[in-house]
């Protein structure tokens, strides 16, 4: 689990699956952040990003567990961050909690999407089944993760400007129009 902020989903979420996942003998959930991590203050959990690359770490950081939990900071229409390409380049099946938007971008089949639950401890429970079973483990970490390369390359380009890339559906890119 990282995250730089600790909303309170993120927090409940990481303990519902903290606590699951111990009951079912499969050890806790790490806390690779200043959030999870119950044992301390919030004045002594780590004050601030990573460093000026802090994406690049994200992604070595999760590239040592199957899973990575990426909750957006909210639900937003078309809010599709980071977090679930971070999970991806780790080589992490994405526990993801965001806009339904996520779909146009990557494949349902490659991450499992805490919205789609009733409740975080039905997502929880899912996700202890998908650790126990190495088939169904190996489909999540196997699909893959793009569906819409597009729409993709859009949202996720830091060089828009430069490529004068339209955004999807047409149009003018911001900053991008004569």
Not at 64 to 76: C, D, P
Not at 94 to 102: E, N
Request: charged content about 20%.
């Amino acid at each position: 689990y990282l995250a730089y902020r600790c909303w309170e989903h993120r927090e409940r979420f990481y303990r519902t699956l903290d606590n699951l996942a111990r009951g079912a003998g499969l050890g806790g959930v790490d806390a690779l952040s200043r959030c999870g991590n119950t044992s301390a203050t919030e004045a002594q959990r780590r004050p601030a990003r990573y460093s000026r690359t802090y994406m690049d770490d994200a992604a070595l950081l999760f590239s040592g567990y199957r899973f990575a939990i990426v909750f957006e900071n909210r639900l937003s229409f078309r809010y599709v961050t980071e977090k679930i390409v971070n999970a991806f380049l780790g080589g992490a099946v994405p526990i993801y909690w965001g806009s339904p938007f996520v779909f146009r971008l990557f494949s349902p089949a490659s991450f499992i999407y805490v919205n789609a639950f009733p409740d975080f401890e039905a997502a929880a429970r899912h996700v202890v089944r998908v650790a126990q079973s190495p088939g169904a483990y190996e489909a999540y970490a196997s699909a893959a993760p793009l569906r819409n390369t597009t729409a993709a390359h859009w949202l996720f380009s830091w060089h828009r400007r430069a490529a004068r890339v339209p955004p999807p559906g047409g149009g003018v890119a911001p900053g991008g129009g004569e």
